[in-house]
């Protein structure tokens, strides 16, 4: 062969390398609306390259193993891709190789319950409401740890949590109460009763609001448990009408009145289980409570969030008439004329020992 046919020959094959370079970092886009590339775990890059040209995320296969040529080392990964904008075949390929899955957020504040958690996979389209209930009612996943829990309910840690939409209720589960299990290990428990104190936790986190109150709160329940008394507790009534589906944003007489098990103003001692989720501080609250001779508590009326804590029932009498008066102040400055009724779990409204 000439000198000079093989200069034309490497310079064909510069211009094809050249163009292939080239055809792989123009960006491309055939779909209109976001689509979601699942590519299941061992696919290789044949397979690959054709889900994303059929989703329309590349143009052509070829493309791909263009941009494999040009990175031979990486590692394409499995998982679920959302490809919302036009994008170059390097660009993808990019991704993929990072393994830049779509991950939906599920944000668990600490006083959720399972209801609430079904309400937020509801709201979110990420699960059926019902799946998750049935999983989280089974306590399984927890009876090692705690044999005397009716449910999941108090070991769905609150946290952020980063799921697929193909994660199923049974693997969620699993991530939360695996991330229980972490928290109650870092708090050196020891030999404390879980039941116990994740049940007492978790009324310290609905009513609390500030920090520093939580450990107060805790003595005072377990105040009222030394001395027979009943918790009287608010979320627990709440918490029994929402597992009789009667709960319509207020407490009522009738659920004053329920004989259901978890109302502590029918039954004494603490509900059969925890009525949420308790962040690590109401945990550490339950773990070491303050030493107090309170017996009750009603939110005051500043605004604070804070609660007004007594010795006797006459010093909570006169707390409660002051909560009402400020709350009636409240209501002439804004123009409203009238009390709301209670609609927050923890927010008092002055007629409950808790």
């Known amino acids: 062969m000439s000198r000079r046919a093989t200069l034309a020959g490497l310079m064909l094959v510069a211009?094809?390398?050249g163009g292939a370079a080239l055809w792989v970092r123009i960006p491309y886009a055939r779909f209109q609306e976001p689509v979601f590339v699942d590519i299941p775990k061992g696919t290789g890059t044949r397979g690959i390259a054709e889900l994303l040209a059929n989703a329309g995320v590349i143009q052509h296969p070829l493309q791909l193993w263009v941009a494999r040529a040009l990175r031979p080392s990486a590692r394409l990964k499995a998982g679920e891709y959302r490809f919302d904008k036009p994008a170059s075949p390097r660009e993808v390929f990019d991704r993929i190789a990072r393994g830049d899955v779509f991950y939906l957020a599920l944000p668990v504040p600490e006083g959720n319950n399972m209801f609430d958690i079904a309400a937020a996979l509801d709201r979110e389209n990420i699960m059926e409401p019902a799946e998750f209930l049935s999983t989280a009612n089974?306590?399984?996943?927890?009876?090692?740890?705690?044999p005397k829990a009716p449910n999941l309910e108090g070991y769905l840690f609150p946290d952020t949590y980063h799921i697929t939409r193909h994660t199923t209720a049974e693997q969620l589960c699993a991530m939360m109460t695996e991330r229980f299990r972490k928290a109650w290990q870092e708090l050196g428990a020891g030999k404390a009763d879980v039941h116990a104190t994740v049940t007492l936790?978790?009324?310290?986190?609905?009513?609390a609001r500030l920090a520093e109150e939580r450990p107060v709160i805790a003595s005072v329940y377990l105040n009222r448990l030394r001395?027979?008394?009943?918790l009287q507790c608010d979320p627990t009534t709440i918490y029994a009408a929402l597992l009789e589906d009667r709960y319509r944003g207020t407490i009522h007489r009738s659920d004053l009145e329920s004989r259901q098990l978890y109302n502590t103003y029918q039954h004494a001692g603490l509900p059969p289980g925890p009525i949420a989720s308790p962040g690590l501080e109401s945990l550490k609250a339950a773990l070491h409570p303050g030493q107090s001779e309170f017996l009750y508590f009603v939110v005051r009326p500043d605004g604070s969030g804070g609660h007004q804590f007594s010795k006797a029932l006459a010093q909570h009498e006169l707390a409660v008439q002051q909560y009402r008066r400020g709350l009636r102040k409240a209501q002439q400055k804004s123009g409203t004329g009238r009390v709301p009724r209670r609609k927050a779990p923890g927010s008092g409204d002055g007629n409950r020992a808790g």
């Open 15 to 17: 211009a094809v390398a």
């Open 227 to 230: 001395l027979g008394m009943p």
């Open 138 to 146: 089974n306590p399984r996943l927890i009876r090692d740890l705690d």
């Open 201 to 207: 936790a978790s009324l310290v986190e609905k009513e």
